[in-house]
């Protein structure tokens, strides 16, 4: 074949490889904010995406468009309800607690509390009413919105859960899942044996079961039973590192510390699994993913640096990458608004795509679990320290913003796939032209 016929049949092939390869979008972040000098320990996003919190050893507030409202004192762990009327947060062994005002413009704080510990995982019904706090050695706590301790029990959990309308708190540990009552009185579900402690878990939003990581393997627990029942576990592609789920506990998404993120359904099938690390790099791990509220749109941060939005099928829709490491990622419920975190930046995108609002509510209504004449021994409950908790000086979050810079600083576009192909394209064409 000569190189007149070569060549036009050479062009034809690389132009049909690149219209059967999907388009992957390099997108820049619409703002990036930096903590210079303090390490951010999470990240929150209200349902619309209107306020953002981030805990930076002080609690950060954000407009949508990355004007920093406020600082306030003290932050780490930052949980926003759905809708962003109330902000939960633990700095050391301190609880703190925010109401938003009514011009949405401003945040006041309301409380704070010192529990027997450092706080190990929190988690806020949607209301705001009920909250839950596992203070490491010091055992769980159920506190009201409020302010009010109601109990507390001296069990470790490492992870704690509330569904949306406070009716049923779990917490899990290495020696057991247990379910809280709202006096913090803990009782033990005996059919549930625990191998491991679990990093992750959540809980549906009927409260009617959970799902935690063992390692590897993903677990569902029947948590309206009084003794708990495994409703099904499975393995994911790797051992899980972070975990989010849709209040139907219809989706189900898990990060691996092999860079890969999985899509689970309610029966525990895997339906899709996206690699981010497709290399195999060591370091590359998921470390936290987050779904919208209809499931239809998934983001995922590495350790490497790497933001992914991926769709409802797995597709990557586009992806980010520094050279920062990625720790926490916070979704608005439509889907809308990504903001990740690295050490010190937070890196906030806009995505076209939208979904359904993200007001975590039941997907089934029934009654409350009617509960055996037996009743369970109790594990030993905490000494009460005082009812009320003594309310620090309520400090009103200015509702004009402060003038906060806001580091606009868009990192590069990775190079589209057309170029290198192109170049291709050009060898061989001189190749063919020596010829």
Same mark, same amino acid.
């Given at each position: ?25 390099a997108m820049d972040p619409i703002w990036t904010y930096s903590t210079t000098g303090n390490r951010i320990g999470g990240v929150t996003v209200s349902s619309d995406g209107s306020a953002i919190a981030a805990g930076a050893e002080k609690i950060l507030l954000f ?106 708190i779990v917490g899990a540990s290495s020696v057991a899942l247990y379910r809280y009552s709202s006096t913090g009185t803990a009782f033990l579900y005996d059919n549930v044996s625990m191998i491991s402690q679990p990093d992750v878990m959540e809980i549906t939003g ?72 497709? =290399? ?6 998921? !470390?936290? +993913? *987050? %779904? $919208? #509220? @209809? /499931? &239809?749109? =998934? ?6 640096? !790497?933001? +992914? *939005? %991926? $769709? #409802? @099928? /797995? &597709? ?14 916070a979704l608005s419920g439509d889907g809308s608004l990504v903001i990740a975190t690295g050490e010190e930046t937070l890196y906030a995108f806009s995505s076209s795509a939208q979904s359904l609002p993200a007001v975590r509510s039941p997907q089934v209504t029934q ?69």
């Amino acid at each position: 074949m000569n190189t007149r016929t070569t060549l036009p049949v050479l062009i034809f092939i690389i132009l049909v490889v690149l219209l059967a390869v999907p388009p992957v979008q390099a997108m820049d972040p619409i703002w990036t904010y930096s903590t210079t000098g303090n390490r951010i320990g999470g990240v929150t996003v209200s349902s619309d995406g209107s306020a953002i919190a981030a805990g930076a050893e002080k609690i950060l507030l954000f407009s949508r468009n990355g004007t920093l409202l406020a600082k306030e004192p003290y932050g780490e762990q930052v949980l926003f309800t759905p809708n962003g009327m109330y902000l939960i947060s633990s700095y050391g062994s301190t609880l703190y607690f925010f109401q938003r005002n009514a011009t949405k413009s401003s945040f006041q704080k309301k409380w704070d509390y010192d529990l027997p510990g450092i706080v190990r995982s929190i988690d806020i019904s949607d209301d705001g009413t009920t909250i839950a706090a596992s203070a490491g050695a010091g055992g769980t706590y159920v506190v009201t919105g409020a302010g009010k301790l109601t109990g507390g029990n001296t069990n470790y959990s490492a992870v704690v859960r509330i569904s949306p309308y406070g009716q049923t708190i779990v917490g899990a540990s290495s020696v057991a899942l247990y379910r809280y009552s709202s006096t913090g009185t803990a009782f033990l579900y005996d059919n549930v044996s625990m191998i491991s402690q679990p990093d992750v878990m959540e809980i549906t939003g009927s409260g009617d079961w959970v799902v935690y990581n063992d390692d590897q393997r993903l677990i569902s627990v029947n948590t309206a039973i009084e003794e708990g029942a495994e409703r099904w576990k499975t393995r994911a592609t790797g051992d899980i590192t972070s975990l989010a789920m849709v209040p139907a506990g219809t989706k189900i998404l898990v990060g691996t510390e092999n860079g890969d993120v999985d899509l689970f359904d309610d029966k525990g099938n895997l339906v899709w699994s996206h690699a981010t690390n497709p =290399a195999g790099y060591p370091g590359a791990w998921v !470390k936290e +993913v *987050a %779904l $919208s #509220a @209809d /499931g &239809k749109i =998934a983001a995922a941060g590495t350790y490497d640096g !790497k933001t +992914v *939005a %991926l $769709s #409802a @099928d /797995g &597709k990557e829709l586009w992806s980010n990458s520094t050279k920062d490491h990625i720790n926490h990622i916070a979704l608005s419920g439509d889907g809308s608004l990504v903001i990740a975190t690295g050490e010190e930046t937070l890196y906030a995108f806009s995505s076209s795509a939208q979904s359904l609002p993200a007001v975590r509510s039941p997907q089934v209504t029934q009654s409350p679990v009617q509960q055996k004449n037996t009743t369970p021994v109790p594990v030993t409950t905490a000494p009460q320290k005082t009812a009320e908790i003594p309310v620090s000086v309520t400090r009103e979050i200015t509702s004009v913003p402060t003038t906060y810079s806001v580091i606009r600083t868009s990192t590069q576009s990775a190079v589209p796939a057309i170029i290198p192909l192109l170049g291709i394209l050009g060898a061989a064409f001189v190749f063919l032209k020596r010829r």
